[in-house]
């Protein structure tokens, strides 16, 4: 019996499909956190979804890393706030903590839709993964915005937002609620801004998913006519 010399180990198909869709992997982790949040009422529960963001963003790396987006800027935003999102376990009500931990998250995320925009618009053909991109970046910016309410809330505190529900501070998920009924354009339903830092906010990202939706449909337009430009 003979045995190569070299052996070559190949990964299963189903394993190198989901590379092929980094943006794909992103979206689903990232609709699937919403999913799940509502099961993670409890102390134990809020530490296991902390740790579920924990794997968001290695994911989102990994989608930085097929872009043409620089992989060091991703790195030296995403560690501290992976790092963060650790120490929110066992000091949740450590507003430092919160401050930094939204201030970088913040920043990761805005950085990863630049990525995703550049890597989108980078050449004339549109990939499967691109088209998870599209889907992709738009649940990047509102997980961004959220963030940016948390450092608002934080900084300004719980008066800048009114909840038809409760007073005091607004949770996580209702944060991202508010991030993406603003982004959808759907209305703020009971969760609205009140304060003036909390308005410029929303805002900036009204305009932000106007933009958006507008660069998306001028990409796809364009794209589908220069198909039927004469060559």
Not at 4 to 30: E, K
Not at 86 to 103: K, T
Not at 140 to 167: E, R
Not at 185 to 192: A, E, F, N, R
Request: charged share 10%.
């Amino acid at each position: 019996m003979s045995v190569s010399g070299s052996t070559r180990i190949t990964a299963p198909s189903w394993w190198r499909r989901l590379a092929d869709l980094p943006c794909a992997v992103l979206l689903a982790v990232q609709l699937l956190g919403i999913v799940v949040y509502p099961f993670t009422e409890s102390d134990l529960g809020r530490a296991v979804f902390s740790l579920f963001q924990l794997l968001v963003l290695f994911v989102a790396v990994a989608a930085v890393r097929m872009t043409p987006a620089l992989n060091r800027i991703s790195v030296l935003l995403g560690v501290p706030s992976a790092v963060l999102t650790l120490v929110e376990v066992f000091m949740p009500d450590d507003d430092v903590v919160a401050l930094l931990s939204g201030v970088t998250h913040a920043a990761f995320y805005f950085y990863l839709a630049y990525a995703l925009l550049r890597y989108m618009f980078a050449d004339e053909h549109v990939t499967t993964d691109e088209l998870y991109a599209t889907g992709a970046c738009f649940t990047v910016v509102a997980w961004a915005f959220a963030y940016v309410y948390a450092v608002v809330q934080v900084v300004w505190g719980s008066g800048q937002f009114l909840a038809a529900k409760h007073t005091g501070d607004l949770s996580w998920m209702e944060m991202l609620f508010l991030s993406f009924t603003t982004m959808t354009g759907t209305g703020l339903s009971d969760i609205s801004p009140v304060g003036s830092h909390s308005r410029s906010v929303v805002m900036l990202e009204q305009l932000a998913g106007v933009y958006y939706l507008a660069l998306v449909v001028a990409r796809l337009l364009g794209l589908t006519l220069a198909r039927f430009r004469p060559r």
